[in-house]
Nanobody, 124 residues
Framework: QVQLVESGGGLVQTGESLRLTCVVI????????VSWFRQAPGKEREFVAA????????EYGDSVKGRFAISRDNAKNTAYLQMNSLQREDTAIYYC?????????????????WGQGTQVTVSS
């Protein structure tokens, strides 16, 4: 059984930074592509960022390009999302997701495994 556990969310002010962590327990982390999605109240789940199983390839949603950075440490079975210059519109629950490629990165139903989510709130 594969479990994804996110942490690192919290309440910050506009312009500040947070780093989210996703630990993958079980399975073969090095074979999974990993992504971050987010969901704000009343909105659909939105693709944020993805990283390939090797870590060599990354992709970002338009709203976070240049501000967020995804990375992974295969030795620690962990993926990260560094979020800089946070804005109020970044407020959401952030979810980590993983799957064995190939799959469509921006499509939530393509993912086999999901974490429980971590709340990020940005206040002005």
């Amino acid at each position: 059984q594969v479990q994804l556990v996110e942490s690192g969310g919290g309440l910050v002010q506009t312009g500040e930074s947070l780093r989210l962590t996703c630990v993958v327990i079980g399975g073969t982390f090095g074979s999974y592509g990993v992504s971050w999605f987010r969901q704000a109240p009343g909105k659909e789940r939105e693709f944020v960022a993805a990283i390939s199983h090797t870590g060599f390839s990354t992709e970002y949603g338009d709203s976070v390009k240049g501000r967020f950075a995804i990375s992974r440490d295969n030795a620690k079975n962990t993926a990260y999302l560094q979020m800089n210059s946070l804005q109020r519109e970044d407020t959401a629950i952030y979810y980590c997701a993983a799957s064995t490629p190939p799959f469509r990165l921006r499509v939530p139903r393509e993912y086999d495994y999901w974490g429980q989510g971590t709340q990020v709130t940005v206040s002005s």
